[in-house]
């Protein structure tokens, strides 16, 4: 059984930054591919990042703004989130393909 516990949502406001973290259970993290999805209110859930052997990949809403990158001696990946909109308002998800972490929340205030 894998688990991935996110921690490092909150409030901030706008043009403010967060990091997001997300600690992965199990062996062998290095040949997964890691990810982030969110969730606003009323919305469905959609893709933010996601990171693999091959490279680093963002959503267009987010590019330039968030880095995903990971710490395989730590089981962990990061989420930078820079020059946050209220827009960027969700639930943030960690994901390892079945696998997901129970939500982070980010709020961006005005």
């Known amino acids: 059984q894998v688990q991935l516990v996110e921690s490092g949502g909150g409030l901030v406001q706008a043009g403010g930054s967060l990091r997001l973290s997300c600690a992965a259970s199990?062996?062998?993290?290095?040949?997964?591919?890691m990810g982030w999805f969110r969730q606003a209110a009323g919305k469905e859930r959609e893709f933010v990042a996601t990171?693999?052997?091959?490279?680093?990949y963002y959503a267009d809403s987010v590019k330039g703004r968030f880095t995903l990158s990971r710490d395989n001696a730590k089981n962990t990946v990061y989420l930078q989130m820079n020059s946050l909109k209220p827009e960027d308002t969700a639930v943030y998800y960690c994901?390892?393909?079945?696998?997901w972490g129970q939500g982070t929340l980010v709020t961006v205030s005005e």
């Open positions: 994901n390892r393909g079945e696998y």
């Open positions: 199990g062996r062998a993290f290095t040949t997964y591919t």
């Open positions: 990171i693999n052997w091959s490279g680093t």
